[in-house]
């Protein structure tokens, strides 16, 4: 019987396996290196193109860094001027609207109509005053709510009264003063300030005095 030893067959073809195995970890590894070469550089590009974006974008900031400041500077001198312009309107009303207001009480007051006071509280306006009959005091009603510049016009009471002789109608009016609109330049012209200001009341006695005198409070 003849034996044969396979111990170096095993021996070369165990080597023979080592050998490959090797060859494929060193292969596996070749590419992990080059896959993570790879990543690495393309991250290493994105960050380079993000500075770079980021250094234009500061070079234009920079470069139109003027005309942000004047943009600035001119919506500041904007917001100044329209608060300005909004203290101007508010005094105007303040200084015309009076006047308006008497100057369109006088010319809604009918005749034999007249008022024995007048006193404001705010927008708020309180009128007594004596007509000769219930008639004139309902015509004088309903002008005043007709008129632009009062509403919330209420009759607060009427009595009979007695007048230098005279039989009257004793009349408590309350109302609100709306604020008047803005007068255009052709309005304005039709009321200059100085005719406004003698824009008279009828007061008891017959006779006149000026608008801004009948007022109190």
Known sequence: MIDINLLPVREAR?????RQLGMQVLLAA????????????????????????????EADIKQFQP???????????????????????????ARTGPVRVM????????????????????????????GMDNELVAVLMREL??????KDVDLQSTELGNSKGLKVVKFNI???????????????????????????????GGAAAPAPAAAEG
């Open 14 to 18: 165990r080597k023979a396996d080592v």
């Open 103 to 130: 100057s369109e009480l006088a010319s809604h007051m009918p005749e034999r109509v007249w008022l024995t006071n007048l006193t404001t509280d705010g927008n708020a306006i309180k009128m007594k005053g004596e």
């Open 145 to 150: 709510k007709e008129s632009p510049y009062f």
């Open 67 to 93: 005309q942000l400041d004047q943009v600035a500077a001119f919506r500041k001198k904007k917001a100044s001027l329209e608060k300005k312009i909004e203290v101007i309107e508010d005094l105007d009303r």
């Open 30 to 57: 070749i590419l992990g290196g080059a896959s993570i070469g790879f990543l690495h550089s393309h991250v290493v590009s994105r960050i380079s193109e993000t500075e770079e974006r980021i250094r234009q974008m």
């Open 174 to 204: 309350e109302a609100t003063v709306a604020s008047p609109k803005p007068a255009k330049p052709e309005d304005a012209a039709g009321m200059p300030g100085k005719a406004a200001a003698k824009a008279k009341v009828k007061v008891k």
